[in-house]
C-alpha cells in the first residue's frame, strides 16, 4: 500500500480547508486554545499563507487516487540551524493505522534532506509516539526539549536527515 505526496494547488485550496476543519477538531481534544468560529467551524488562520509564499508547501497525502490526509510543509528561512519543519499532517479517521502518516514523512524527508524541527502538543500521546516510533524505524536521532508554543506545553524533537 504506497501512498503519493501532491502539491495541493490553488485551486484545491478549498479540499484542503475543508480537511484542516476535521484536523483541527481533532485536535481541539488536547488543547483549550481551538475554538469554533460563530458557523460551528475550526478555521485554520495560516491556510492562505500556504498558497502565497514559496517556502511554505501543502500536499495531499494520497492512496489509489483518493486524499487521504494532508501534510503542511515549511522550509525555514530564518534559522541558520533548522532547514525544515513538518508543520501539520493528519491522516482521516478512516484511513489511520496503515501507515500512511509515516510512508508520507519518508517520502518529503528523503527529497528534502537537512535537519528537521517538529513538535507535538505534550497532551496529543499519539503525535508523541507517532514521531519517536518514526525515528527509532528509520534509525534516526534526535534531541527533544519541553517547549512552550502559543501558551501550550509541547515536546519538540530536532533531526537531521543525511543526503
Given amino acids: 500500500m504506497s501512498i503519493e505526496l501532491v502539491e495541493v494547488k490553488?485551486?484545491?485550496k478549498s479540499i484542503l480547508e475543508?480537511?484542516?476543519?476535521?484536523?483541527?477538531?481533532?485536535?481541539s481534544k488536547?488543547?483549550?486554545q481551538l475554538k469554533t468560529n460563530d458557523q460551528?467551524?475550526?478555521e485554520y488562520d495560516s491556510l492562505t499563507y500556504f498558497f502565497t509564499k514559496s517556502n511554505l508547501v501543502p500536499y495531499f497525502i494520497k492512496f489509489d487516487e483518493?486524499?487521504?490526509?494532508?501534510?503542511?510543509?515549511?522550509?525555514?528561512?530564518?534559522?541558520?540551524t533548522?532547514?525544515?519543519?513538518?508543520?501539520?499532517?493528519f491522516i482521516f479517521t478512516q484511513y489511520?493505522?496503515?501507515g500512511f502518516a509515516g510512508q508520507a514523512v519518508k517520502k518529503l524527508i528523503s527529497a528534502y534532506p537537512g535537519t528537521y524541527y517538529v513538535v507535538?502538543?505534550?497532551?496529543?500521546?499519539?503525535?508523541?509516539?507517532f514521531w519517536k516510533s518514526l525515528f527509532k524505524e528509520m534509525q534516526l536521532e534526535y534531541s527533544e526539549n519541553m517547549v512552550i508554543e502559543s501558551g501550550e506545553k509541547c515536546l519538540a524533537q530536532t533531526f537531521k536527515v543525511p543526503q
Fill in 120 to 129: 507535538q502538543l505534550e497532551k496529543n500521546q499519539n503525535a508523541i509516539q
Fill in 10 to 12: 490553488l485551486e484545491e
Fill in 30 to 32: 488536547y488543547t483549550n
Fill in 82 to 89: 533548522i532547514d525544515y519543519c513538518v508543520n501539520d499532517i
Fill in 66 to 80: 483518493m486524499v487521504v490526509g494532508f501534510l503542511l510543509f515549511v522550509k525555514t528561512e530564518k534559522s541558520e
Fill in 96 to 98: 489511520r493505522e496503515r
Fill in 18 to 27: 475543508n480537511m484542516l476543519h476535521f484536523y483541527l477538531d481533532d485536535l
Fill in 40 to 42: 460551528g467551524i475550526f
